[in-house]
């Protein structure tokens, strides 16, 4: 079993930045790549982006490219989701998922199967 734990979220202007973290526990021989996802109010739960262990590979959704960067610390089983020029659609729930996903799933929550209770973000204008 693997245990995914948020944090970061927090109620922030357009235009600034913040950085969630994604901390796992258990047997995190369980995972080769981490996901971020968000859900806002009544809105399916989207991909925002993700990261393979194994050859380093990144993916974001069009809507954050260019403005979110998806690291990791590996001696603190730490994922990171740096957002920047945040956006009021940002505002959202945001999750950090762990599984093994394939090519085809690695922006889909399917490919995942562990999940954190997620962090709010809040962006004003």
């Known amino acids: 079993q693997v245990q995914l734990v948020e944090s970061g979220g927090g109620p922030v202007q357009a235009g600034d930045s913040l950085r969630l973290s994604c901390v796992a526990s258990?047997?995190?021989?369980?995972?080769?790549?981490v996901g971020w996802f968000r859900q806002a109010s009544e809105n399916e739960r989207e991909f925002v982006g993700s990261?393979?262990?194994?050859?380093?590979?990144?993916y974001y959704a069009d809507s954050v490219k260019g403005r979110f960067t998806i690291s990791r610390d590996n001696a603190k089983n730490t994922v990171y989701l740096q957002m920047n020029s945040l956006k009021p659609e940002d505002t959202a729930v945001y999750y950090c998922a762990a599984g093994r996903p394939i090519l085809s799933t690695i922006r889909q929550k399917r490919g995942f199967t562990y999940w954190g209770q997620g962090t709010p973000v809040t962006v004003s204008s």
């Open positions: 990261i393979r262990f194994t050859g380093g590979g990144s």
């Open positions: 258990g047997d995190t021989s369980n995972y080769n790549a």
